[in-house]
């Protein structure tokens, strides 16, 4: 197990910090009611966030674990007004197609709570749109195929991290799936072995921003333990 070699050279991990268990409880409890805090919003002020902060936050991001360490993600960080505006066309085209005929009747039902529809003004107003990819393979020089691994699995997680930093840091924030989503690649100049993953919107709330009165499952309905 871990075997270093030669070739493949370990390090002490100098950055673990060990806190005393009575601190330990305590971080955990005030990060969990933080995150807690964190909401969807759908309403998104068009007051300008300054972009060392995204950047901060897609530092954080690009700290997820990966399979195999292939850090399979790009973000494409998309403040200029007329991509969004691009980006919003092409979306609310899907959109339209989806409310209007696409979408089952459960499906429409189970989004009744959140009172969505095929408009997506905040794609304009909001100062951000951090389209995230993941880099199903690398391209390598010669034209050959790198393979990635967990791709799903590590784009996910990175996106989580992304999405608690960029509320760590006192940001709203919405996930935003438009589907298909191909469009995403095609204005932003992907290349083909990168698919659209999501869509995350940021920047301060509208001051009138509202919240659906929807409650997350109880720690008791989400865990099973297995105790001696
Ligand atoms: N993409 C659509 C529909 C939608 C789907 C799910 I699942 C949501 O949680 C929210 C919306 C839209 O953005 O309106």
Known sequence: MNGETAEHPFRP???????????????????ADDLHRRRTIRA??????????IADCIRAAGSAPSGANRQP?????????????RIREAAEVEERAFYETRA?????????????????????TAPWLIVVF????????????????????SVGIATGMLLAALHNAGLATLTHTPS???FLRKILKRPRNERPFLIVVAGFPATDAKVPVIDRKSPDAITSWWRD
């Open 73 to 85: 993600w790009h973000f494409a960080v998309v403040g200029s007004a007329a991509e969004k505006r």
């Open 13 to 31: 991990w100098n950055e673990y910090r060990r806190y005393p268990l009575a601190e330990m409880q305590s971080r955990a409890r005030a990060f």
């Open 134 to 153: 993941a880099e199903r393979f690398e391209a390598d020089a010669d034209g050959g195929r790198h393979k990635n691994y967990y791709v799903s699995e």
């Open 44 to 53: 998104f002020s068009d007051s300008p966030v300054p972009e060392t902060i």
């Open 104 to 124: 089952p009747e459960t499906w429409l039902e189970d989004l009744a709570p959140l009172g969505t529809d095929a408009e997506k003004p905040f794609l304009e």
């Open 180 to 182: 298909p989503m191909a």
